[in-house]
Nanobody, 115 residues
Framework: QGHLVESGGGLVQTGGSLRLSCEAS????????VAWHRQAPGKERELVVR???????DYLDSVKGRFTISRNIAKNSAYLQMNDLKPEDTATYYC?????????WGQGTQVTVSS
């Protein structure tokens, strides 16, 4: 329905960086629980990181120290800074926001890391 729009994916070499963006419509507040998930071909979707309204974060072990979630309340947007990317990070990345008892998902943005 277009409430969340991700961007920033692309093709990058091992060790490179990308910054994903998630822009929320005015119907959804980015102040709520925000998360990034990813799904690689043939694999289950997995939680990469979540951010609580209070600012606490919980990262997937394999991305700790390399990925950073943030948000800009004024822009109603969330971000995922990804550094030192590895081929195993290749996946479609999805933004997820919990708002008013509902869970909203973006359409996904593809990240491909070449070796």
């Amino acid at each position: 329905q277009g409430h969340l729009v991700e961007s920033g994916g692309g093709l990058v070499q091992t060790g490179g960086s990308l910054r994903l963006s998630c822009e929320a419509s005015r119907r959804i507040s980015i102040v709520n629980h925000v998360a990034w998930h990813r799904q690689a071909p043939g694999k289950e979707r997995e939680l990469v990181v979540r951010l609580t309204p209070g600012g606490s974060t919980d990262y997937l072990d394999s991305v700790k120290g390399r990925f950073t979630i943030s948000r800009n309340i004024a822009k109603n947007s969330a971000y995922l800074q990804m550094n030192d990317l590895k081929p195993e990070d290749t996946a479609t990345y999805y933004c997820n926001v919990a708002h008013a008892g509902a869970s909203y998902w973006g359409q996904g943005t593809q990240v491909t890391v070449s070796s």
